[in-house]
């Protein structure tokens, strides 16, 4: 087993679907997990991340704000929102804050290993970990 070479920021504030997710992407990325938006920006101040995965309906902050702010501190971090409430809006506006996509809740396992394959491949030039992950 290679040890995973990237921190992933997830934050959801659905705990029982944020454990899932982290489950699923344990064995390829290390990871960090926050229930809220605000709690996430604390964690992307003090920690090194590569990706960012965040829903888009939380307590206080939405996804969408979160991901902007992720942004200014981590400028080249790939970014995915999260959401139940897929509209061509919420992509417009998600494009507009250099989120990388917009994944529809739930999501499949096949498309979020495609979506992190993707991200890695295209902001860190990896190709091993998306073959990892294809396989996975």
Do not use: W
């Amino acid at each position: 087993m290679v040890e995973p070479t990237y921190q992933l920021l997830v934050a959801d504030d659905d705990t029982d679907f944020r454990k899932t997710v982290c489950e699923v992407l344990a064995p390829f990325f290390r990871l960090i997990e926050a229930d809220s938006g605000e709690e996430a920006l604390e964690l992307a101040v003090r920690e090194e991340i590569h990706l960012a995965l965040c829903d888009m309906y939380m307590k206080t902050m939405t996804g969408l704000e979160t991901l902007r702010q992720v942004r200014a501190i981590h400028a080249e971090v790939p970014c995915i929102l999260m959401t139940a409430d897929y509209t061509e809006t919420l992509c417009d506006d998600a494009e507009q804050a250099d989120v990388l996509t917009v994944l529809r809740k739930p999501v499949s396992r096949k498309d979020l290993f495609g979506t992190m394959a993707y991200a890695v491949e295209s902001a860190y030039n990896d190709r091993d970990l998306p073959c990892r992950l294809k396989c996975g």
